[in-house]
């Protein structure tokens, strides 16, 4: 049996350049090697204040996107977070043995607390809501960037403490190292996030007149103040991006350019942009003739969701039993 893998992306702002290339690219990789369900967190996205209406058309949109790139509903199982009420079950069980020291030291909860001003149960207990979504499931493996590591090793300290107490029910998941890219910000100030400024991220549904508005004033190699200065791409979001959207022709064009001032940042730029429209240009495409059919593509989630239940409801039943809980007749 392959192993199975679990991903989710929270449905929040416009799905932009960091999370394709950092993980919807290699999520559609790994549906042919792996057991694959990939879920809109869209309960994740309720720890701070939102809109609902707004929730609601991200969540299709997000659908719309996952498929767009080239998930395939037959190769994996795509579903919404919340239609699958199991993974707010487990979640209470799990937090009978989280540690509330341990939740409060985790870095995303401090830094949205500091972020906002405030913060609630559902922010202090994000994490365990994502121990349950990758437990539910039994995921050997769970493809996660540097800034999740702390999540998923309070996920694997959950199930050791589970198995301990109750017995043994969940698999232990592991770290998945993929191909993605960390893709830095346009203003150089750390990753891509949907919680900085619009002009510092390119959203994967950007035009190709929007992504040179944003690449045109973007931050470079600093060290780059004139065209005849060499630079560093490592250290330029430009040339990072370049790593993750181009081709090795063009990396190596990149690196030998700008690390002897042959080509000038704008001309980088230039180049950078084509090779994204060329990739982004069909699955703008895509999208928008999803988004088109709406029914057809809730449908999909149903059905992703009914298949996800089927997997849920059996370890439910698994945890209940352990736990002294009986399942309903």
């Known amino acids: 049996m392959r192993k199975r893998v679990f991903s989710g992306i929270q449905p929040t702002g416009q799905l932009h350049l960091g999370v394709y290339y950092g993980a919807m690219k290699n999520w559609v990789r790994l549906q042919d090697t792996y057991d694959c369900i990939y879920c809109i967190v869209d309960q994740h996205a309720q720890t701070v204040e939102y809109d609902p209406t707004v929730?609601?058309?991200?969540?299709?949109?997000?659908?719309?996107?996952?498929?767009?790139?080239?998930?395939?509903?037959?190769?994996?199982?795509?579903?919404?977070?919340?239609?699958?009420?199991?993974?707010?079950?487990?979640?209470?069980?799990?937090?009978?043995?989280?540690?509330?020291?341990?939740?409060?030291?985790?870095?995303?909860?401090?830094?949205?607390?500091?972020?906002h001003g405030s913060s609630n149960l559902a922010l202090?207990?994000?994490?365990?809501?994502?121990?349950a979504d990758i437990l539910l499931y039994k995921a050997a493996a769970v493809p996660v960037g540097e800034d999740q590591?702390?999540?998923?090793?309070?996920?694997?300290?959950?199930?050791q403490r589970f198995n301990h107490r109750f017995g043994q029910v969940f698999v232990e998941p592991e770290?998945?190292?993929?191909?993605?890219?960390?893709i830095i910000g346009l203003d150089n100030q750390g990753k891509m996030s949907?919680?900085?400024?619009?002009?510092?991220?390119?959203?994967?549904?950007?035009?190709?007149?929007?992504?040179?508005?944003?690449?045109?004033?973007?931050?470079?190699?600093?060290?780059?103040?004139?065209?005849?200065?060499?630079?560093?791409?490592?250290?330029?979001?430009?040339?990072l991006l370049?790593?993750?959207?181009?081709?090795?022709?063009d990396i190596d064009w990149v690196i030998k350019g700008c690390t002897t001032a042959e080509i000038g940042c704008i001309d980088c730029k230039k180049q950078l942009a084509v090779n994204i429209e060329a990739e982004m240009g069909p699955i703008r495409e895509r999208y928008s003739e999803l988004c088109a059919r709406p029914d057809?593509?809730?449908?999909?989630?149903?059905?992703?969701?009914d298949r996800a239940r089927a997997?849920?409801?059996?370890?439910?039943?698994?945890?209940?039993?352990?736990?002294?809980?009986?399942?309903?007749?």
Request: aromatic share 6%; hydrophobic share 40%; proline share 6%.
């Open 311 to 329: 997997v849920a409801t059996s370890v439910i039943d698994e945890v209940r039993d352990v736990m002294g809980i009986k399942s309903p007749v």
């Open 55 to 115: 929730l609601q058309q991200r969540t299709l949109e997000a659908a719309c996107l996952y498929i767009a790139s080239g998930l395939d509903p037959q190769k994996c199982i795509l579903f919404v977070q919340s239609h699958v009420k199991e993974h707010t079950e487990l979640t209470w069980y799990l937090s009978t043995i989280a540690s509330l020291g341990q939740l409060e030291r985790m870095t995303q909860f401090k830094d949205k607390t500091e972020q």
């Open 194 to 239: 949907k919680s900085k400024p619009e002009h510092t991220s390119i959203a994967m549904v950007d035009p190709p007149d929007v992504v040179w508005a944003k690449l045109r004033p973007a931050v470079t190699d600093p060290a780059r103040k004139r065209r005849t200065d060499p630079g560093d791409p490592n250290k330029c979001p430009i040339g």
């Open 296 to 305: 057809e593509v809730w449908a999909v989630l149903k059905d992703g969701a």
């Open 242 to 249: 370049h790593f993750a959207a181009s081709s090795q022709q």
């Open 175 to 182: 770290t998945l190292l993929t191909r993605g890219k960390r």
């Open 149 to 159: 590591s702390q999540h998923l090793e309070l996920t694997r300290d959950l199930a």
């Open 124 to 131: 202090l207990a994000y994490p365990v809501l994502m121990a």
